[in-house]
């Protein structure tokens, strides 16, 4: 394991029913392409050195002994790689037959588990052949030459580096009790399944939507391989399924109906797995019963110590983890609009509030907290002329933004009042004896009080409630001016990040008539800017945010792997130069960002511990009422560090 990940690898090799010296030649060349491809664990299908539908030849001693002697070949094969390789065999145990799979290592059994549930119904009859695990007694057993204990309990084995797996046969995840529940909240990282499941119409569709469903329920990687062609057709079609996940996502799935053996491989983030399962407190009370079972796992076996191998990622990053993808991407923003909407009703509801005041800017923010006032008044079934828009020019306001918040008001219908705060700004500026022409962090700041003071004042005027518009990224960064923009009466933007709200923006505008599709689409190409500085000489925003405080796509990255799993800096990079290219971001600028993103998010917690109330509509909130909850006087001395280390 590196960087907290381990290569999995699932496999369907080509098979000839009855012929172990064929199959095993298949397994031995498969093991040693992974090997090649620094595959750490490989899996293969239920009784891949028989084939599975040899029926009554299992009943034959000549098949048992030969499917024997094949895996000690394997074995000698193999006893050189470091590679774990989870194989199929039917096994004797005393006056039992199990269909059962053998993890092997460097030559040696590391451990034999015997399949629990015999599918016995249908066209499955695996009873007239095999006994099950609960028919067992545990036994110490010769086999291939060596001696193994083989048990009535699961089992968990763990690699040299402490990643913790464990396995289930086919129909064991049909149950309903999966072995793998006990497996994985006894601390099972990674799930692997050796099956061989026929193909029907409509099981397939079931079959994936149960292996996410176990995936995402244990919170494990799970690596299914299922027989192909090759097994009998006499009465069943074996179509052949390579099929990996991780807590609920897809990595890897093979083509089914193939005539070709295939091996799909992945890499698992077993670190991301064991920061979900830390964060979830049912994970953790669901240990507690297990804990006390009568047939509790007894033992950990460890493999054998491996040489460090080189590490490369090879797994596809998304560079923006917060959008989902095209596919999924209107329904996605149809429900966190949805979400934003019933929350600002009920507060609107619960204030006995037919009013609200907003700023608008022109600016992406705001246009998505008005659109989102829009939506809870029609649902209410408000006149949206409740709803107050204030655009309020200043020293850096532009022509484009200004014309763009005036449009949009005017095309929502909405109240639409002007007032520029350059006179009460200068005013306020010798009230201080701060010099209008020294455009510091006092120039910029006072103009966003002001904004929010007139906000503030007009509320109480028409009795309503000020809605912010500050994002998720700008907290993140504290890129907010404190009891400025900072504060509202309700904040619907504050759990969405900035990469989202471009998205929302646009699918809104498809919705629209347009001449206001036109104006959002305009406000989504606009640079980003606070505007709080004066424009250059052609009348163009000449404060850009991103030039300041660096690329919003870079910082929603940076904050979904801090906040979501706890990410050090050293794997957040490691994960962002694999999902950026080069030509977006050299590996020193997001160095240089990565290490601005630590810099603000700990400096700015202060501004966090005192947010106003909002909706959370994702995974990750800062809400200090919900999801952080961050001392304000933290050190981040161990993150910069890092940083200047990579």
């Not at 000698?76 to 269909?99: E, F, Q, R, W």
């Not at 990053?317 to 991407?329: K, Y």
């Not at 204030?390 to 532009?398: D, L, S």
């Not at 904004?451 to 109480?460: A, E, G, H, V």
Request: net charge negative; with cysteine; glycine share 6%.
């Amino acid at each position: 394991m590196n960087y907290g990940f381990i290569k999995v690898a699932t496999a369907i090799p080509s098979v000839l029913v009855g012929d172990t010296k064929y199959n095993t030649e298949h397994l031995i060349s498969t093991i040693l392409q992974a090997e090649n491809e620094g595959v750490e664990i490989i899996v293969f299908p239920e009784l891949s050195v028989t084939g599975y539908s040899c029926q009554d030849l299992f009943r034959q001693q000549l098949l048992l002994d030969m499917a024997e002697e094949n895996i000690s070949q394997l074995l000698y094969a193999t006893s050189k790689l470091n590679i774990i390789s989870i194989i199929g065999v039917p096994v004797c145990v005393g006056d039992l037959l199990l269909n059962c799979a053998i993890v092997i290592q460097q030559g040696y059994i590391l451990g034999i588990i015997p399949k629990t549930y015999l599918p016995n119904y249908n066209e499955f009859y695996e009873k007239r052949w095999f006994a099950s695990s609960q028919d067992l007694h545990d036994t110490t057993i010769q086999y291939a030459g060596q001696s193994i204990l083989v048990t009535s309990t699961p089992q968990l084995f763990q690699t040299t580096d402490g990643v913790k797996f464990g396995v289930e046969i086919c129909e064991d995840v049909w149950a309903p009790i999966p072995p793998s529940n006990q497996l994985a909240v006894f601390g099972a990282d990674v799930i692997f399944n050796l099956s061989a499941s026929n193909d029907l119409l409509g099981k397939h569709q079931y079959l994936m939507a149960l292996l996410r469903q176990q995936s995402a329920r244990t919170i494990s990687g799970y690596i299914y391989s299922s027989c192909g062609y090759g097994e009998s057709t006499q009465d069943l079609v074996y179509g052949g399924n390579a099929i990996i996940f991780e807590n609920g996502t897809l990595l890897a799935e093979a083509d089914r109906f193939s005539l070709s053996s295939q091996m799909m491989t992945a890499q698992i983030d077993v670190e991301r797995l064991r920061a979900e399962r830390r964060n979830n407190s049912t994970f953790i009370n669901a240990q507690r019963p297990v804990m006390h079972e009568s047939t509790p796992i007894k033992r950990i076996i460890h493999c054998r110590e491996i040489t460090p191998q080189p590490f490369t990622l090879t797994r596809k990053i998304d560079p923006q983890p917060f959008i989902p993808h095209e596919e999924n991407l209107e329904v996605a923003c149809e429900e966190i609009l949805n979400i934003q909407v019933m929350g600002l009703a009920k507060r609107l509801q619960h204030t006995h509030s037919q009013r609200v005041v907003i700023g608008i800017s022109g600016g992406l923010d705001s246009t998505l907290a008005l659109l989102v006032c829009i939506k809870t008044f029609d649902k209410l079934g408000l006149d949206r002329k409740g709803i107050l828009g204030v655009t309020m020019p200043g020293f850096g306001t532009t022509d484009r933004t200004y014309n763009n918040a005036i449009h949009l008001m005017q095309e929502l219908g909405i109240e639409i009042r002007e007032i520029n705060i350059a006179n009460a700004v200068i005013q306020h500026f010798k009230d201080i004896g701060h010099h209008i022409e020294i455009h510091d962090v006092t120039y910029e700041n006072a103009q966003a009080r002001e904004r929010t003071q007139i906000l503030m004042d007009l509320s109480n005027q028409v009795g309503g409630l000020v809605i912010g518009t500050g994002d998720l990224s700008e907290l993140a960064l504290g890129w907010a001016t404190y009891n400025g923009d900072h504060m509202s009466m309700y904040g619907v933007n504050a759990s969405v990040p900035k990469t989202m709200i471009k998205s929302l923006v646009k699918y809104v505008a498809t919705t629209l008539e347009q001449t206001t599709h036109d104006t959002l689409l305009d406000i989504i190409n606009t640079p980003i800017s606070p505007e709080l500085t004066p424009a250059d000489e052609s009348g163009n925003i000449k404060q850009k945010t991103e030039d300041l405080v660096g690329p919003y796509e870079l910082h929603d990255f940076f904050l979904y792997y801090f906040l979501r799993f706890g990410f050090s800096p050293k794997k957040i990079y490691l994960l962002a130069c694999q999902a950026f290219k080069p030509e977006q971001y050299s590996p020193d600028t997001i160095k240089h960002w990565l290490r601005v993103f630590h810099h603000r998010f700990f400096t700015q917690q202060f501004k966090r511990s005192c947010l106003p109330d909002g909706p959370k509509v994702g995974s990750v909130s800062l809400s200090p009422r919900g999801d952080w909850r961050m001392p304000s006087d933290a050190v981040n001395r161990l993150w910069l560090q890092e940083c200047e280390e990579l």
